[in-house]
């Protein structure tokens, strides 16, 4: 059975400029309209969205695939991943972890 998954996907590496980063992000959600929101600077990028997967290790999978396959399509910086935190939707909710996610948008670190 499917079920929701709260993504947290953190890349990083060289520096880009913090505009050009904002630019691939707009891409990055055009391209998959579910992402919610996300910070940046010019050496890295958080993305929060939501993920649909029967168990965590397959959200996490999918997350893990997430930059690289649009690396190239949304003109993504060729960073790796340096963190990822999924979480399923009722431990979401415990958590409160909702101001970030009801800012929506890109904002910067």
Same mark, same amino acid.
């Given at each position: 059975?499917?079920?929701?998954?709260?993504?947290?996907?953190?890349?990083? $590496? +060289?520096?880009?400029?913090? &505009?050009?980063? =904002?630019?691939?992000?707009? @891409?990055? !959600?055009?391209?998959? /309209?579910?992402?919610?929101?996300?910070?940046?600077?010019?050496?890295?990028?958080?993305?929060?969205?939501?993920?649909?997967?029967?168990?965590? $290790? +397959?959200?996490?999978?999918? &997350?893990?695939? =997430?930059?690289?396959?649009? @690396?190239? !399509?949304?003109?993504? /910086?060729?960073?790796?991943?340096?963190?990822?935190?999924?979480?399923?939707?009722?431990?979401?909710?415990?958590?409160?972890?909702?101001?970030?996610?009801?800012?929506?948008?890109?904002?910067?670190?």
């Amino acid at each position: 059975m499917q079920q929701m998954w709260h993504v947290c996907l953190t890349v990083g $590496g +060289d520096r880009h400029e913090p &505009a050009e980063v =904002l630019a691939a992000l707009e @891409r990055l !959600s055009h391209e998959r /309209p579910f992402l919610m929101s996300g910070r940046y600077d010019g050496e890295r990028a958080e993305v929060r969205y939501w993920e649909e997967a029967e168990d965590c $290790g +397959d959200a996490c999978a999918l &997350a893990l695939r =997430l930059w690289g396959e649009h @690396r190239q !399509s949304a003109g993504l /910086p060729a960073w790796r991943v340096i963190g990822l935190a999924v979480v399923s939707q009722e431990e979401h909710t415990r958590r409160e972890d909702l101001p970030l996610a009801a800012a929506g948008g890109w904002r910067p670190f």
